[in-house]
């Protein structure tokens, strides 16, 4: 077996929600290099449509379509489950991507910023794979079962997220869903992965990280010294995706740079001293 063989995703079809910007657009570009035609949608179909054609442009070997597809309502994730079963027979690969945060000190964390955020972020990727399960079902095989990939994030496995207490609840949520779905669908051959990233560029960080000044600022903190990049998240998609990952369910990858196991100082070192 080749490396080629092992990443290889010629033939697959996925589907990346929110794939327009961030996370969803790294993901999309690294699975559409390695074969796989790549539907991408989020709430702005036109920015779908444009990120389509830039990486049909790259003249690598899959494709990709973009439209609009919003997983913030039944109604919208019922339109969206219609429009890819127009385009598609099956699906291999679902990666739930969409998501939104939220952030205001504690004594003035509004009602609301829990509705929204959990709705989008644990009911939204729920409903749509359970809507999307035929598909899945259809195209997996014991050698080679469907894939699904929930994005969460290191604020739902370490207490950091000061301010995003919905944000960091939901991803929790999902990270913990991501395993119960992994059991049940196991001898379906689906298997439910998920990845808890750390500090990446994207919209929803871009106070953060919009210019190479912040972006050094919050690498500092990161203890392999830098923010994500995008080979980073197209390297755990492809082996999630690829023939190397077919014997993997229910795992949570920590992209997070070692933020995962940042826990603070040695509680014993001052004694030694």
């Known amino acids: 077996m080749t490396p080629e063989t092992l990443f290889n995703l010629t033939g697959k079809t996925a589907l990346v929600?929110?794939?327009a910007t961030g996370i969803g657009r790294m993901a999309a570009e690294g699975l559409l290099r390695a074969g796989a035609r790549v539907l991408i949608a989020s709430r702005k179909g036109d920015a779908c449509v444009a990120v389509a054609d830039e990486l049909n442009a790259l003249g690598a070997p899959g494709t990709a379509e973009g439209f609009a597809g919003d997983v913030g309502s039944e109604a919208g994730i019922d339109a969206l489950v219609q429009e890819v079963r127009k385009r598609a027979e099956s699906l291999d690969i679902l990666m739930n991507n969409a998501g939104r945060t939220w952030g205001s000190p504690l004594g003035?964390?509004?009602y609301e910023a829990w509705e929204k955020v959990l709705g989008l972020n644990v009911a939204g990727p729920?409903?749509?794979t359970q809507k999307l399960l035929p598909m899945l079902i259809a195209s997996g095989t014991v050698d080679d079962p469907a894939r699904v990939v929930n994005v969460g994030s290191v604020?739902?496995?370490v207490p950091m997220g000061d301010g995003?207490?919905?944000y960091s609840a939901s991803k929790a949520a999902v990270m913990h869903l991501t395993k119960i779905l992994a059991k049940e669908l196991a001898g379906q051959a689906v298997t439910v992965n998920?990845?808890?990233?750390g500090p990446f560029v994207s919209k929803m960080t871009a106070f953060a990280t919009a210019?190479?000044?912040k972006r050094e600022k919050v690498g500092a903190g990161v203890p392999l010294g830098r923010v994500g990049r995008d080979e980073d998240i197209a390297g755990c998609m492809l082996f999630l995706c690829g023939r190397g990952?077919?014997?993997v369910t229910g795992a949570v990858i920590p992209v997070s740079g070692g933020l995962n196991v940042q826990i603070g100082n040695n509680i014993f070192a001052p004694a030694l001293e």
């Open 17 to 19: 929600t929110g794939g």
């Open 108 to 110: 003035q964390f509004p």
């Open 126 to 128: 729920f409903h749509l």
């Open 155 to 157: 604020m739902g496995e």
């Open 164 to 166: 995003a207490y919905s």
């Open 194 to 197: 998920a990845l808890a990233p």
């Open 211 to 213: 210019d190479e000044e």
């Open 245 to 247: 990952g077919a014997y």
